[in-house]
Nanobody
Framework: QVQPVQSGGGSVQAGGSLRLSCVAS?????KAWFRQAPGKERKWVAR????????YYVDSVRGRFTISQDSAKNTVYLQMNSLKPEDSAMYYC?????????????????WGQGTQVTVSS
């Protein structure tokens, strides 16, 4: 299977916005964004279910981040607003072909290559 391909990210000042994109080819049951700060575990941030469009967020980003999808383009987005320094991390998109495993870091997910997000105060 083809691994997802990410784009976007970069550096921004606190309060700014960034958008991440991820092309996940092939059938997907759900897609998600995770992040990993240096020395810490990879953690789930947001997920979206391909057929229903239902979305879920970790409490720390709810109201600031929006996950969305463009099914015609096999693309999932993460719009990040009101960014804080604690949002700084490597961000990874992930896709599950047929299982509801998008809320935890699993080797069964197809992972993107990662993209750095840095928020300065």
């Amino acid at each position: 299977q083809v691994q997802p391909v990410q784009s976007g990210g970069g550096s921004v000042q606190a309060g700014g916005s960034l958008r991440l994109s991820c092309v996940a080819s092939g059938p997907t049951y759900c897609k998600a964004w995770f992040r990993q700060a240096p020395g810490k575990e990879r953690k789930w941030v947001a997920r979206i279910y391909t057929n229903t469009g239902a979305t879920y967020y970790v409490d720390s980003v709810r109201g600031r981040f929006t996950i969305s999808q463009d099914s015609a383009k096999n693309t999932v987005y993460l719009q990040m607003n009101s960014l804080k320094p604690e949002d700084s991390a490597m961000y990874y998109c992930a896709a599950s072909a047929d299982g509801d495993i998008c809320s935890y870091s699993s080797s069964l997910l197809r992972w993107g290559q990662g993209t750095q997000v840095t928020v300065s105060s």
